[in-house]
C-alpha cells in the first residue's frame, strides 16, 4: 500500500498536536526565580473547649492557609503541627500531613502560580494540672516546580 505524501504529513502534524495535548506538567515561568509562600492560620488566636474532663483532654481545630506569592506553583510536601504547653514549653501534641495525605484528605497537594491551599485540622492534647493556654507552630514544606525547597512557619496562641 502506498501512502501519498500529503496523507503522511498530515498524520506527521496530528501525532505532534496530540503529543502536546493532556500533559499535565505546568507551564513554567521564566521571570520568576523561585516561588514565595505566606501561612496563616484562622481562627487566630484558637479557642480549644475541654473535650473530655479526665485529663483534662483539650481539643485544638483550625484551618492552614498557604498562599503562592510570587507566580510559580509547586507541591506542598508536608504539613506539620505542634502544640506546646504555654507554660511550661513541653510538647503535648503533635502530627504531620505528608504530600500523599494531603491528597486523600484535602483533595490536593498543588499550589498553582498565586494560588492558595486550604488544610483543616484538628488536635486533641493534654496540659500540666491547672494550665488552659497553649502555643501552635505550623510548618509548611514546599517545592516549587523549579525544584526549590521552601519552608514556612507560623505561631498560634490557643486559649
Known sequence: M????SRALLGAAALAALAGCGS????????VAQAALTVTVKPNP?????????????????????????????????????????ATGALVGTYNYDDKDLLVFVGTN?????????VPQQ??????????????????DFKDDKQHTLETSVLVKIN
Open 2 to 5: 502506498r501512502v501519498s505524501r
Open 24 to 31: 499535565d506538567s505546568p507551564t513554567i515561568p521564566t521571570d
Open 46 to 86: 484558637i479557642t480549644a473547649p475541654v473535650t473530655n474532663p479526665l485529663g483534662p483532654v483539650y481539643t485544638a481545630g483550625w484551618t492552614v492557609t498557604v498562599t503562592e506569592t510570587a507566580g510559580l506553583g509547586g507541591m506542598v510536601t508536608a504539613v506539620k503541627a505542634s502544640v506546646y504547653d504555654a
Open 110 to 118: 498543588r499550589i498553582e502560580a498565586k494560588g492558595s491551599l486550604e
Open 123 to 140: 488536635l486533641s492534647y493534654v496540659l500540666s494540672a491547672g494550665k488552659t493556654s497553649a502555643l501552635l507552630t505550623v510548618v509548611v
